[in-house]
């Protein structure tokens, strides 16, 4: 009935509603709710009390700070929800658009960062963009990844994405590039209109670190995508709604 049960060889002890636990997002990643599972078992194994465990489960995740690059959650102005995962292979880019799009069914287009590590195939590059793309994103951002270049130039992924992507449907004009994760993000936000989804896969650990501040001022700040009139001061840059 919608809540994680552990069961310790003797005794059955509810942990409490799946929905509330933070790191599902209200029951929506289910590949959190078998992480929780997972997690509970050891815990058990452990000899943590399942009072505990409860206590962990219903807090762990309501901070971004507690599980950073693992789906954590901004909600700006104008009804945009920003979501940043560590998303790498075509299975997990699959469960993290699946669980953006079920979270924000009420409209508004689909952004999404998108770039690979050089260390794979053509072939398994184009993989990752076909599963992209049969999520009809709206816009998407090529970027290259920080740290994980692994032999290739720069834009060189870039360019094999962008090719599949196009091959599976997603029009040109919808790709834009921009190489620095960080700077790619801002022209996310710069593209963002009231209602939209960001699908934000942050690889650079750096990167994941600017981001993070970026996203706690802007929500800190009340920004508001589409409002032309707001313009909010990060550092040396600025984001303006376009």
């Not at 599972?37 to 206590?55: D, F, K, N, S, Y």
């Amino acid at each position: 009935d919608g809540h994680l049960w552990l069961f310790d060889g003797t005794h059955a002890h509810d942990l409490g509603a799946v929905a509330g636990m933070p790191l599902t997002l209200g029951g929506l990643a289910a590949h959190n709710v078998q992480n929780c599972a997972a997690a509970a078992l050891a815990a058990l194994g452990l000899g943590i009390a399942p009072a505990t465990i409860a206590a962990v489960l219903a807090r762990f995740g309501r901070d971004n700070r507690d599980n950073p690059g693992r789906l954590q959650r901004w909600v700006l102005g104008g009804g945009v929800q920003v979501y940043v995962d560590y998303a790498h292979n075509p299975d997990g880019l699959a469960q993290f658009l699946d669980l953006v799009r079920q979270a924000h069914r009420d409209g508004g287009r689909l952004h999404l960062l998108l770039g690979q590590a050089g260390d794979r195939s053509d072939d398994a590059i184009a993989d990752l963009a076909a599963t992209a793309a049969s999520f009809h994103p709206d816009h998407v951002v090529l970027k290259d990844m920080e740290g994980y270049m692994r032999g290739r130039e720069s834009g060189e992924v870039g360019r094999v994405l962008r090719a599949a992507l196009v091959r599976h449907g997603v029009a040109d004009a919808a790709i834009d590039e921009c190489r620095d994760e960080t700077e790619a993000v801002r022209a996310i936000l710069t593209a963002a209109r009231p209602g939209d989804s960001l699908a934000l896969p942050v690889h650079g650990v750096a990167a994941r670190e600017r981001v993070n501040a970026l996203l706690d001022r802007l929500q800190a700040q009340a920004w508001s995508a589409g409002d032309c009139r707001r313009e909010i001061k990060l550092d040396t840059q600025t984001i303006a709604s376009d």
